[in-house]
């Protein structure tokens, strides 16, 4: 299985200005896998240290944090020499180890030779907690360089189901051949808004074929992630607000409405911000929701025009959207049923993670329904621009929103995205679905 982010590693490791590496991405999407298929095959060893249920390395870490003194007992664990240069250092689960956690700061003031990749998979809890006053944790604040990992992009799970030349394909951007091959992609990305992104799930499919073992896998990934509510939140009351949260966005994101926006009253009767409030920022911190807030008017930074008071929330996953939906895998043999169903929104959620996956930070603009009427599905920024995003789930691409958009603020370039061939048309650049994340991720070489 190949992760794109291997080039971001690799780039990490040459880098003359490297410091210590937190890979950070919600449970199951493969970090573990990642950094270890890294060390593998860019060092001579890996001092894999795992923090989870391991009290003898975390008693080791409560003690000074000299980094000669961590390197000594991290070889003695792991029977390594990770003083060489040519090992690579792994902590791996490090949010069980808070002191670890801000042993990066030492490591990187005192020992910048030495490779450290840490991961974790509830570090936006930790981080935003240690800026609250919550359960202290010091963290290294530029000491550290990041890296986001998120659920297998559509390119990746290509590859993953053998298909090396079609990614590679896709990666090169050539529409006339891609669009030749229309079909083909458009049966692949079917499968993929069933499957998902999850490793294991792509990893069953790509094995077996069957769409109901992977149904069980992401039935399973739901309840781990139900488990992580009672172990890391801090009460039984947040515990419960957030299991209410989390159970709400794939019923508010399926609902037969124009109004996509989120509603706290649908999380229970009488609900409100100030109950829920917590809760979505918790889910968002963890990688599990992705919050998309709309704008009052595309101006730049977005988020000095966001209105937190109206916000959109999408899944981490299309595939784990699927099975909180309940979604029947007869869906992918029915034509273009599977693209339009609930109103496209399985469609938006997979534009919202590709968005993700290529680093862009998503909002939505939506006109005030008083005076005027409209919405544009995701507005992102780019090359220092507000760039509109419209998100079209068949190949009826007819509507006025995104071109009334942009009359009215005098936007020059925008995107939709359908199940219509690339076309550009100046103003707008009509990018066939499957196409999504490299478009995204090379946007200036198209």
């Avoid at 795992?50 to 000074?64: C, I, P, Y």
């Avoid at 992630?225 to 019923?251: C, G, M, N």
């Avoid at 109103?343 to 534009?351: D, L, N, P, S, W």
């Avoid at 994340?437 to 070489?445: D, G, K, P, T, Y």
Wanted: one cysteine or more; glycine letters at 8%; a negative charge.
């Amino acid at each position: 299985m190949y992760r794109n982010a291997m080039k971001d590693l690799i780039a990490w490791k040459d880098s003359p200005r490297r410091k210590p590496l937190i890979v950070n991405g919600a449970r199951q999407v493969g970090k573990t896998w990642l950094v270890r298929s890294f060390g593998v095959n860019h060092f001579d060893a890996i001092a894999h240290i795992v923090f989870l249920n391991n009290e003898e390395m975390q008693r080791a870490f409560e003690g000074s944090l000299d980094p000669e003194r961590l390197l000594m007992l991290i070889g003695a664990a792991t029977g390594t020499n990770p003083r060489d240069g040519k090992t690579l250092v792994f902590f791996d689960e490090i949010q069980e180890c808070p002191r670890a956690i801000a042993s990066l700061k030492m490591f990187c003031e005192q020992r910048p030779d030495i490779p450290i990749i840490a991961a974790g998979s509830l570090l936006g809890v930790a981080l935003n907690r240690s800026k609250g006053g919550g359960r202290g944790v010091s963290w290294p604040v530029g000491k550290v360089d990041y890296l986001d990992l998120h659920p297998m992009t559509f390119d990746e799970f290509v590859r993953a189901r053998e298909n090396d030349m079609l990614a590679d394909l896709l990666l090169q951007g050539d529409f006339d051949m891609i669009d030749a091959l229309f079909e083909r992609l458009i049966d692949l990305l079917r499968t993929y808004l069933f499957v998902g992104g999850m490793p294991e799930a792509v990893q069953e499919y790509a094995d077996t074929g069957d769409f109901s073992s992977v149904r069980s896998i992401q039935q399973r990934l739901l309840s781990d992630y139900e488990y992580d509510f009672a172990k890391h939140a801090e009460s039984p009351l947040e515990v419960e607000r957030i299991r209410q949260t989390w159970h709400s966005v794939p019923v508010q994101l399926a609902r037969e409405s124009d109004l996509k926006r989120f509603s706290y009253a649908s999380i229970s009767e009488g609900g409100r911000g100030r109950d829920y409030r917590d809760a979505i920022a918790w889910l968002a911190d963890a990688g599990l929701v992705t919050k998309v807030p709309r704008v009052s008017k595309p101006g730049i930074p977005l988020t000095g025009y966001a209105d937190e008071t109206y916000f959109k929330l999408y899944l981490l996953d299309v595939g784990l959207l699927g099975a909180a939906t309940r979604l029947d895998a007869h869906v992918i043999i029915e034509g273009n049923r599977l693209f339009t169903e609930y109103k496209g929104v399985y469609a938006e959620q997979y534009i919202c993670q590709q968005l993700k996956a290529a680093g862009m930070v998503p909002y939505y603009w939506s006109a005030d329904g008083k005076q005027s009427k409209g919405e544009v599905d995701f507005l992102v920024e780019r090359g220092g621009m507000p760039l509109p995003i419209e998100v079209k789930a068949d190949e009826n691409v007819a509507g006025g929103s995104l071109a009334a958009f942009v009359k009215r603020y005098e936007i020059n370039q925008a995107v939709r995205f359908s199940l219509r061939e690339f076309v550009d048309q100046g103003w707008l650049t009509n990018v066939p679905l499957y196409a999504a994340n490299v478009f995204l991720r090379n946007m200036r070489s198209f």
